[in-house]
């Protein structure tokens, strides 16, 4: 995303080229999944990279692994030039895969739903479902009555 500034200022046109390439191997950089977000500058950056110079707000999640390594981003929510509605019923919708096949919720799998379902309850937040895919089948705990 290049800056406004540098598209409008008053530098010579082969020093906008080098600002401009510099911005574009930061990105790049920092667009990389996998990228860690190991302090608040980090994330900062991340996200002032990603969003800045939208023409719109967006409400967006970013997907972490347990070292803070971005996995994926994803704009749950756009609006206008000035807000977005949120709504959290929609932000928070559980799934995960078994690559043994075997859909059967285990009792870890179990566990971290009702944890998720508690902490979630704490902001008014209700978890509607939780599914686990298998190759051919997939578990729905709402179905079930787990939820």
Not at 118 to 140: N, Q, T
């Amino acid at each position: 995303m290049e800056s406004n500034v540098i598209l409008n200022s008053t530098l010579p046109l082969a020093s906008q080229l080098t600002v401009r390439r510099a911005i574009a191997l930061i990105e790049n950089h920092l667009r990389e999944p996998g990228v860690a977000f190991t302090s608040a500058t980090a994330a900062r950056e991340w996200l002032r990279l990603n969003l800045t110079g939208l023409e719109r707000e967006v409400f967006m999640v970013l997907l972490l692994d347990n070292q803070n390594r971005l996995l994926a981003h994803e704009t749950l929510f756009s609006g206008s030039i000035s807000s977005t509605e949120v709504h959290p019923r929609e932000v928070v919708k559980a799934a995960h895969n078994h690559p043994s096949g075997h859909p059967e919720p285990s009792d870890a799998d179990r566990r971290i739903t009702e944890r998720l379902k508690k902490a979630l309850a704490l902001v008014d937040v209700r978890l509607p479902d939780h599914f686990v895919i298998g190759s051919k089948e997939i578990v729905s705990f709402a179905e079930r009555g787990w939820l």
